[in-house]
């Protein structure tokens, strides 16, 4: 076995070590699930953990001994968050309200990922239905930050990013319909990437259809980049989902960013709260892509204030969750849920379509906004992660002030966007910047935010070591 403890590598480097025999997928699921055993209890990643691994981990590894690997992931420990169905496993939702019963079919992103041959570990925890920033839900507690077990990790793809950063599995699913898989990202100072609506197909679609993507969680960009080769497949159960692309999404990711129009953005209709760190972490990386031969500009590109629209898709989204909920079990669920749904979600259909007037004419805008810009620089969250066990107290304030402000406005346009580190601040806590492109731009967002990882030269997240 290598002298690197295997759950510290990312995928790229597990699978050339399959290839050359000097690694089993074993020896790393082990390597994992022993970090897992150590860990875990202090940072309640997981809902649920998957019995089979080890037996799916010898099946890769047999595989590979053979010289027929399965598929351009096979054996690599991943794991999925449980707002996605995963055959033979409940679908929860952090919530004390579903159905406890396993479901009977994968989720298409699950089923790309068994395909191409990945061990998939457990599913990790979720804010309840993912409404949230903070990391905890009724059904499973409380899930911590490994760079700090006293502050949240984010949400609501909560499990996922503490799964990256503790080094749980190279690999992760998330899903985003307001930041959540960038903010968690931000807040554990992994690659969190929420791709073009549609490219990653999704089944069934949930209350958030209308802005919600499932995407990679990653130690790097390139290995986000290689999960999508296997979760970017169209899937005919979704109707909604882009034509198949079956590119390999890491060509030519390493081109840089020289000559690229970039646009620093600092407003979104409005102005974001930005603390100093995170505006020194913004200025970094701007002045990196610079450095880099990118063609930094600031500039606003004259949205109309996306609060006023976010805020009527996330009340009523919400409203919809209660109202399927059977009135017996609405007192199990997360209270700040159900305030939101009795304050937001009283529009009328009239409303309601106007709001959704006006995120086509967001989005319209932005379009012509990329005919200048290849790329968008912002900040990802407008603090470092805050503690952990804070109550949620006015969340509809919260939304904009603490939790999304820099984030939503991609799901409403739809475009790609991507979290990653861009240092750390005094305390130690990882602050991250936001890579955009345009919609259906994913190659551009991809090789925007390697470039700028590349140049920064940040190393892996291993806050645990």
Known sequence: MPAIDPALMNAETLLALYSRRALSPVEALKAVMERVARHNPAVNAFAVMNPHALRQAGESEARWMAGRPLGPLDGVPCTVKDLLHMAGFPTRRGSRTTDPRPQGEDAPAVLGLKAAGAVIIGKTTTTEFGWKTPGDCPLHGITRNPWDFQRTTGGSSSGAGAAAAAAFGALHIGTDAGGSIRIPAAYCGIVGYKPSYGRVPQWPHGAFSAVACAGPMTRTVRDAALMMNAIAR??????????????????????????????????????????????????????????????????????????????????????????????????????????????????????FLAADAMRVEAAHRMGLFHLRYDLILTAATPTAAFAADQPTIRPTEALWRDWAPWTFTQNLTRQPAIALAAGLDAEGMPRAVQIVAAQGRDDLCLRGARALERALAMPEANPMA
């Open 234 to 351: 169209a899937d005919a159960r979704d109707p909604l989902c882009l034509p198949d692309d079956p590119r390999e999404w890491r060509m030519g990711i390493e081109e840089g960013v020289r000559g690229m129009r970039v646009a620093l953005v600092r407003r979104w209709g409005y102005e974001p709260p930005l603390d100093a760190d995170g505006e020194a972490a913004l200025q970094r990386a701007a002045d990196t892509l610079r450095a880099e031969g990118a063609l930094v500009e600031e500039t606003d590109p004259e949205l109309p204030d996306t609060r006023q629209i976010f805020g009527r898709v996330w009340g009523v989204a919400l409203a919809k969750l209660v109202a399927a909920t059977p009135e017996e079990k609405r007192s199990d669920l997360d209270d700040g849920l159900a305030d939101v749904a009795r304050r937001e979600g009283g529009l009328s259909a009239i409303d």
